[in-house]
């Protein structure tokens, strides 16, 4: 998990061992083109 990744879910209150573990969240992500990578936006616990 990528530094913005793991910052992202404690600002949800989501602990890194939960997503590791398979708590279910939502996760929102952003495509950036010019890297050709996804970005974690948030996630958050589903209810």
Not at 16 to 25: M, Y
Not at 39 to 45: A, G, N
Request: proline content about 2%; glycine content about 2%.
């Amino acid at each position: 998990m990528s530094w913005h990744a793991d910052e992202r879910a404690e600002e949800r209150e989501v602990a890194v061992w939960q997503l590791v573990d398979g708590t279910e969240v939502e996760a929102i992500w952003a495509w950036l083109p010019e890297s050709r990578r996804a970005m974690l936006v948030t996630l958050y616990f589903v209810e």
